[in-house]
């Protein structure tokens, strides 16, 4: 009696550590997986944003749409963004100035739809 009662303490106590290390690795993996993903977020947004300006000073002509730097051959797709999974991006539409002081109107910045938690 004595010893199944102490086979069970300790069959609880290891699945007690178990789970421990099981919720924190989990936390850690969720942690390292959401940063990754921010880091790619990050490197696409500062490719297009490059690619939005190439276009404008090459054209003359802020693009009217993303799909734009694709017929234009400044990206070769529009990108997935990693932190809906979807190509939602936002667009920024403003005034753009040109090298030759005349201005512009079209998309000069875009951003994630995702919720803000940069």
Not at 45 to 56: G, N, P, Q
Not at 72 to 83: A, F, Q, V
Not at 101 to 110: A, E, P, Y
Request: aromatic share 6%; net charge positive; hydrophobic share 35%.
């Amino acid at each position: 009696m004595k010893r199944s009662a102490l086979l069970m303490l300790g069959l609880f106590l290891v699945l007690g550590i178990a789970f421990s290390c099981l919720t924190v690795g989990n936390s850690l993996f969720h942690k390292s997986l959401r940063r990754a993903r921010e880091a790619v977020l990050k490197r696409d947004l500062a490719h297009m944003r490059t690619s939005i300006d190439d276009y404008t000073r090459d054209r003359q002509q802020a693009p009217q749409s993303l799909q734009d730097l694709v017929d234009g051959n400044y990206l070769r797709e529009i990108p997935t963004d990693p932190l809906t999974g979807k190509k939602d991006w936002v667009p920024h539409f403003g005034t753009v100035r040109l090298s030759n002081g005349r201005t512009t109107s079209g998309i000069d910045n875009l951003h994630s739809s995702s919720e803000p938690d940069l």
